[in-house]
């Protein structure tokens, strides 16, 4: 397979004409920054307005631009930001950043309507700021390496599944556990996460709890070698090896924004290997938008999507208040949109029917009984064990199933119900802890 590193979509050169476009100010602010942060505030924040493709991709620019000196050093950037080079200064612009990321990433923003093709989709800003962490973060992350924090298995067809967190259902790490499966029937899958915030726990912390090394206990290489070789890889969302817009939230303010959807749209892989994907969402974003931005990453050559699948699982009928980052199997089922190559976005509902499971009215029995941490680590293992409640494992099984007919290209029918089949032969037969074992094996080849 070929793989090409081509032009930025958007060059630093561009950046003060396309301020200038949108009236955007450069101007110094004092103290190191610019008026940059709040002028987009003013103008598109406040106002629920989704920033354009280019202007949200120079946002982008900007969270990233404080971890990466050949970024915040760059004279372009130092003359329309007003950086100044000390560490008060980088600090600044991180804080504005998460205040901007925070402020754009509101549910009325991302339901917008554009009155006409002169104003901006919510999926424009969105993909917008996406095109500059996979052209200016992930390239420059491990600047050693070849393709910079792209891993570039020897694979040619990976499948992704991550959730946003942040919803209002404290379900177990369904998504972590149905790659496992999903591995252990032969596929390669690169996980990508990241770890908990608050009290909930992480898939990252997932990954450490079955002893499978991350962070700097493994190397990328080895990444690269366990999906070869173990169908399964991990890779940690605030790995600075990796991409480090994740830095100012995960580890240096410790809460939630727009980073809740920019990571599971950037996992760390060549886009051109990275061909499926299955995101869930929570209430602030519908799985609508993130198929439409997917749409015009395609087109812009930022991703090589062939199989997409965006869910948002419900608890009950219209309450998007009541929500869980994977597929539901209870009542209200899941909102769900497919996105295949070449095609416009499919919106379609997916139930417990497509599964051939019994119908859940409520929540009850598939998640742990509190938010703890432990809790959610051990439940997790309950069901991969096998002693979970029918809801619970059902549930496991659904997503799984689902993952693996997106893999296999075979999500657009709906039915679901030989995969889980072949789910809940893996789960009995305790395949997929053959993966993990697999999988430490790996990282110990060198």
């Known amino acids: 397979m070929s793989i090409k590193m081509t032009k930025p979509q958007v060059s630093l050169e561009d950046i003060p004409e396309i301020l200038r476009t949108y009236g955007i100010s450069s101007e110094n602010g004092g103290g190191g920054t610019s008026r940059f942060a709040n002028d987009i505030i003013k103008r598109y924040g406040r106002l629920n307005k989704p920033l354009p493709y280019e202007l949200a991709y120079v946002v982008g ?22 950086y100044t080079d000390n560490d008060d200064a980088r600090k600044k612009v991180i804080t504005q950043s998460v205040v901007l990321l925070s402020t754009i990433y509101t549910r009325a923003t991302n339901t917008s309507k554009p009155k006409d093709d002169s104003e901006a989709s919510p999926a424009d800003q969105l993909a917008g700021i996406v095109s500059a962490v996979f052209e200016y973060d992930i390239p420059n992350a491990s600047p050693s390496r070849k393709y910079g924090g792209f891993l570039n298995p020897n694979s040619s067809i990976i499948a992704d599944n991550c959730g946003t967190g942040g919803d209002t259902i404290n379900t177990y790490h369904i998504s972590t556990a149905a790659a496992l499966i999903a591995a252990a029937s032969g596929a390669k899958v690169a996980k990508h996460g990241s770890p908990g915030n608050a009290r909930r726990s992480g898939s990252s912390d997932f990954m450490s709890y079955l002893g499978i090394p991350i962070w700097d206990k493994v190397e990328l290489e080895d990444i690269e070698y366990m999906i070869d070789k173990a169908n399964f890889g991990y890779t940690e969302a605030a790995d600075k090896r990796f991409k480090s817009i994740h830095i100012q939230t995960q580890l240096l303010v410790g809460m939630s924004h727009m980073n809740d959807i920019i990571g599971p749209m950037t996992s760390p892989v060549l886009p051109e290997k990275l061909v499926i994907k299955l995101v869930g969402t929570n209430q602030v974003i519908g799985p609508d938008v993130i198929a439409d931005a997917y749409k015009i990453l395609n087109a812009r050559g930022i991703t090589h999507l062939k199989h997409g699948l965006f869910v948002r699982g419900l608890n009950r009928p219209g309450v998007i208040e009541e929500t869980m980052d994977e597929i539901s199997i209870l009542e209200a089922g899941t909102e769900a949109v497919l996105l295949e190559e070449g095609k416009d976005p499919e919106k379609v509902r997916i139930g417990h029917e497509n599964f051939n499971f019994s119908n859940y009215a409520l929540r009850k029995d598939i998640e742990p009984s509190s938010t703890e941490a432990a809790d959610r680590l051990t439940y997790t293992m309950k069901v991969l064990n096998g002693k979970g409640t029918k809801e619970a494992t059902e549930l496991l099984l659904a997503n799984a199933a689902a993952l693996m007919s997106l893999i296999d290209g075979k999500a657009a029918s709906l039915d679901f119900t030989d995969k889980v089949e072949v789910a809940r032969n893996i789960l009995e037969e305790k395949k997929w802890l053959d993966t993990v074992e697999n999988v430490k094996n790996a990282s110990l080849r060198r």
């Open 61 to 82: 620019i900007y969270a990233i631009s404080p971890f990466y000196d050949q970024l915040y050093n760059n004279p372009v950037l130092e003359n329309v930001f007003g």
